[in-house]
């Protein structure tokens, strides 16, 4: 028995030093691109090739690093897409380096207005799962998930985020979609309908995903008025530079999409469930591509006339600030800040 422990306690040294390794090419990559005798050099403690290589070929395969060439004169560079962005910070974060990595000007640089249209993407695919987790549970379900008990009940203290509910949930109804669902799910066994059904949200999530944001979309202006909701316009530099000081602030942001419960993606499916709503009723009686011009010019109209009626009761400094703010203000009593 001392010798299966004395081996786990190995293992567990043997992967934190492995893991560590990683965490240092990675913030050595935020430098500059470099060959592996440069990140070597730049380690400054004695490592094997064999482990600088095993590491390196791991850092590959997560997709948060790209080799360029082949041989000795292959090069490393750190992926530079957000996803890749989220994975990296949140990596780093993991193994206690998250001043590191934010302080580095590689992530400084990507802490822009374009980095909010991605998490404004991420966080709307995450609201779309929530509310149809929420609207094909059963009450038992409800219940027994956290996350979507609160949901509910925060939903259910505001007449107006309730009645928005139940719009989606006629729409849903309306397109056959729970129909679908239970026709999809009648040959699943038992224990597999949670994992199925979640599949076919996700589907259904990324396809909407894909219309709202994609090339061409239905109406213009939505993919801006999802991001005013998220983060006003008149917001957005007081936010980018609480997010380019505060590891604990841009934790919240980068972690919407994989967090089941948290108060980020709770507070993005009240603010943006009216105009959710709006779109999942407009979907279910129309097709909105083969709309001509002015129809859809119509329509966008209708959707920026409902979009300054949103605008007009956040409050400023809007809640999702408040707490992003408040959690520099930790940071910063912790001397935790950038």
Same mark, same amino acid.
């Given at each position: 028995?001392?010798?299966k422990r004395?081996?786990?306690k190995?293992?567990?040294?043997q ?8 965490v240092a090419?990675?913030?050595q990559?935020?430098q500059?691109?470099?060959d592996v005798q ?5 380690m400054?403690?004695?490592i094997?090739?064999?482990?600088l ?14 080799r360029?060439g ?8 750190l ?7 989220k ?23 990507r802490?822009n207005e ?9 966080t709307?695919f995450a609201t ?7 609207l094909?549970s ?8 956290l996350?979507?008990?609160d949901?509910?009940?925060a939903?259910g203290q ?15 109804d ?10 999809s799910?009648?040959?699943v ?7 199925e ?6 589907q259904?999530?990324e ?8 090339? @061409?979309?239905? *109406?213009?202006? !939505?993919?801006e008025?999802?991001?005013? %909701?998220?983060? $006003?316009?008149?917001e957005? #530099?007081e +936010?980018?530079s609480v ?10 942001i980068l972690?919407?999409?994989?967090t089941r419960?948290g ?7 009240l ?5 959710l709503?709006?779109l ?13 011009s002015?129809?859809?010019r119509?329509?966008? @109209?209708?959707l *920026?006339?409902? !979009? ?5 009761? %956040?409050?400023? $400094?809007s809640p999702?600030? #408040?707490? +992003? ?5 930790a940071d ?5 800040l950038?």
């Amino acid at each position: 028995m001392a010798q299966k422990r004395g081996k786990a306690k190995q293992a567990i040294k043997q992967n934190a030093r492995e893991e560590g390794l990683k965490v240092a090419i990675i913030l050595q990559l935020t430098q500059a691109e470099q060959d592996v005798q440069e990140i070597r050099d730049a380690m400054q403690r004695d490592i094997a090739p064999s482990q600088l290589d095993r590491a390196l070929e791991a850092l590959q395969q997560s997709g948060m690093v790209e080799r360029r060439g082949n041989g000795e004169k292959g090069s490393f560079i750190l992926e530079d897409n957000f996803a890749q962005l989220k994975q990296i910070f949140l990596f780093c974060d993991r193994h206690e380096k998250a001043i590191q990595i934010l302080g580095s000007p590689w992530m400084q640089k990507r802490i822009n207005e374009a980095m909010l249209c991605d998490v404004t993407k991420d966080t709307v695919f995450a609201t779309i799962q929530s509310v149809l987790r929420l609207l094909t549970s059963s009450n038992l379900e409800v219940q027994q998930d956290l996350f979507l008990s609160d949901l509910y009940n925060a939903i259910g203290q505001n007449e107006e985020t309730y009645l928005s509910l139940g719009g989606i949930a006629g729409s849903l109804d309306e397109v056959g979609f729970m129909e679908y669902l239970q026709l999809s799910l009648s040959s699943v066994s038992e224990e597999d309908i949670s994992m199925e059904k979640q599949v076919l949200i996700e589907q259904m999530a990324e396809r909407d995903i894909h219309m709202f944001f994609g090339p @061409d979309p239905p *109406l213009p202006s !939505l993919a801006e008025a999802f991001q005013s %909701i998220l983060f $006003p316009k008149e917001e957005r #530099r007081e +936010l980018l530079s609480v997010l380019k000081a505060s590891p604990s602030a841009l934790r919240i942001i980068l972690s919407a999409r994989e967090t089941r419960s948290g108060s980020f993606v709770s507070a993005a499916v009240l603010q943006t469930l009216p105009l959710l709503e709006h779109l999942f009723q407009l979907f279910a009686i129309a097709d909105l591509k083969s709309c001509d011009s002015e129809k859809r010019r119509a329509l966008d @109209d209708e959707l *920026l006339s409902l !979009l300054r009626d949103r605008m007009d009761r %956040i409050p400023r $400094p809007s809640p999702l600030l #408040r707490v +992003l703010k408040g959690r520099m203000l930790a940071d910063r009593s912790s001397d935790f800040l950038v």
